[in-house]
């Protein structure tokens, strides 16, 4: 069974940068979506980036607009957040989840990681 694994999580200062891997076990992504949510304490959770693995075709939420890029490894097997510009307001648990048969539902998800940025 694939399982997705969600690294790379941290305590970073306001300004620093992270960068989350979410790797596919046994397998690739092949013909997913690959989503970054994330959940803060006494909130929601919410979409902050996804990707199309073969057409890249990616989305991004406003408040993370040009400060996060997401993308895949060659292999189709990880997909990386690269968080630059980190502010207090991105701590949070991040979660990876995947859309694996284009249903539009995120049908498979890795455990979380978290993202504390400290002011």
């Known amino acids: 069974e694939v399982q997705l694994q969600a690294s790379g999580g941290g305590l970073v200062q306001t300004g620093g940068s992270l960068r989350l891997s979410c790797a596919a076990s046994?397998?690739?992504?092949?013909?997913?979506?690959v989503a970054w949510f994330r959940q803060a304490p006494g909130k929601e959770r919410e979409a902050v980036s996804s990707?199309?693995?073969?057409?890249?075709?990616?989305y991004y939420a406003d408040s993370v607009k040009g400060r996060f890029t997401i993308s895949s490894d060659d292999a189709k097997t990880t997909v990386y957040l690269q968080m630059n510009e980190l502010k207090p307001e991105d701590t949070a648990v991040y979660y990876c989840?995947?859309?694996?048969w284009g249903t539009g539902e995120w049908d498979l998800w890795g455990q979380g990681t978290l993202v504390t940025v400290s002011s």
């Open positions: 990707i199309s693995i073969w057409g890249h075709t990616t």
């Open positions: 989840a995947a859309d694996r």
């Open positions: 046994r397998s690739t992504f092949v013909n997913h979506r």
